[in-house]
């Protein structure tokens, strides 16, 4: 048995560096923004299960047939009937099409049910058949993994994304893009590290972004849970795309969400208060990894400083 009091400091050993005083000086516009659609969250609705299989026969005739087949004999060697309910509603009726001209590599439309990869992206199909596996449509709203769509507003992107691709990464290894969302895959490693992967894992595939919250409000306050989902939405809209404004306002809300996961994590430590020695490995698992957050997202933030000089020395 190791002491809570040793256990504690290794934690915050200084690995874990505190949020700059300097920085907090200078986004006090950042911390007047509120965290927005939070408050419509809704508790994920029961809809009658129509399959309890997939029929292997009609899939394979379809367009990525084999790959889809192969997608779906792992994961239902890995997940339980009760997890795939969604997975079995949506698979056996999906539509598949290959397209050439949009911009993303794939993309899944669960009022349609359809899954459009672009031709040569094939790759990206594993990452839709996650979304088509923990997605749920109840008249206009739509519940996608850890993301809700209600009368235009959608909450929990960056957190869906997130997951979705770490999922991807843990069962298909092969069939995978480096470059999606590694900022978003770390965040969402560190959260399951607080939740749980069994817990963590049934939440997505059932849809169930409140149970989520839930499970983490027992280590933290709801607003701060409020501001995680919405700063990792903001990450996630600004973090890859065109160079705008947002530089400072971007490494102001990745500090608060490793400030939060430090705090939450700590918190949980706290609560479970007799530590072993497989705990201490743990943690320090968990400090290297909000240290590689911090770096790989410093990464991206410097390639945006590159496109932003390089756009305005053109001008
Ligand atoms: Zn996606």
Redesign the pocket.
Known sequence: MICLNIAFMLAISASLVSLSNSLEKKLTIAKNLKPKNIRRIKVTPEIEKTYTSFDKDKIEKKKLGIEICDFATTITKVFSEQELENFYRNINNVKIKKGLFFKACA??APLVNKIVVKKSKENSLY??LF?LASSKVDGKNLFVGFCQYQDGNVVGLGL??GY??LLNRRYFKNHINPNS?NVEVLITTLLESIVTKEKMEYFYLTSDLKSLLKELQKYNSNIKIMHLVADLDYLNKYLYSEPKKHQEILLYKLEKIISFLKETYINKLKSLNILNENTVVEMLNFSEKLNLLRETGAFFLAEKENLLQKTNKKR
């Open positions: 993309y899944y990452h839709e979304h869906n994304e979705t691709e969302y």
